[in-house]
């Protein structure tokens, strides 16, 4: 099987920008989580999307979005960028919502400028 | 709120010798999983082994087991036989059925292993 894919892999954007990070999870696998790793924050839960619904968010402003697509893939958005959300994005997915292993994608890697 | 701590921010071992990396996390949960994830300069974070609380035997994946103290709430990583490889940021993860899939990750481990 396809691992995790995501794209774009790098992506360079100025403040104020917005920009859309895609995920599609490995067949079969219907639940996505994001997380943001940043060297000073490590790595942060950002959301999990499940059945085409968020069914749980980390502490992350309003800015910070997603949606999941019927086939599992899901995107998520940052609006109005800002410096501190340069960060490396990954990409997790698991069978479903019951204690599975989760397997992450290879990232994306957004820098602000 | 689940935390998890590693506290060991960085380790060194020589090819072919053994290594333990140090877990803990507070949780009032009875079930859970842990995890060790292991990320190498690639940024790819990889599954390395993982426990299911309600076993007590400590999982085994090859050269890498785990030492499982729940009264402790401790989940260490031992990794044997240490290859260049190996060389990469571990970091240890805690998942409970109370949040679905989120995980909580400790500040993570540098391993250097040295020829």
């Known amino acids: 099987k396809a691992g995790v894919t995501q794209t774009p892999r790098y992506l360079i954007k100025t403040r104020g920008q917005q920009v859309t990070l895609s995920c599609s999870p490995i067949s079969g696998h219907r639940s996505v989580s994001w997380y943001q790793q940043t060297p000073g924050q490590g790595l942060q839960f950002l959301f999990e999307y499940f059945s085409e619904t968020q069914r749980n968010k980390g502490n992350f402003p309003g800015r910070f979005s997603g949606r999941q697509f019927s086939n599992s893939r899901s995107e998520m958005n940052v609006s109005t960028l800002e410096l501190g959300d340069s960060a490396l994005y990954l990409c997790?997915?698991?069978?479903?919502?019951?204690?599975?292993?989760?397997?992450f994608g290879p990232g994306t890697r957004l820098t602000v400028l | 709120a689940q935390t998890v701590t590693q506290s060991q921010p960085e380790m060194s071992v020589q090819e072919a010798e053994t290594v333990t990396l140090s877990c803990t996390y507070d949780?009032?949960?009875?079930?859970?999983?842990l995890f060790w994830y292991k990320q190498p300069p690639s940024r790819q974070m990889i599954l390395v082994i993982r426990q299911e609380a309600y076993k007590q035997q400590n999982a085994t994946e090859n050269r890498f087991s785990v030492n499982f103290q729940k009264a402790a709430k401790s989940f260490s990583l031992k990794i044997s036989d240490s290859q260049l490889g190996d060389t990469a940021m571990y970091f240890c993860?805690?998942?409970?059925?109370?949040?679905?899939?989120?995980?909580?990750f400790g500040a993570g481990t540098i391993l250097r292993v040295k020829s």
């Open positions: 993860a805690f998942r409970t059925t109370e949040y679905g899939n989120k995980l909580v």
């Open positions: 949780t009032s949960e009875n079930n859970y999983y």
């Open positions: 997790a997915s698991s069978v479903d919502r019951n204690m599975n292993t989760q397997y």
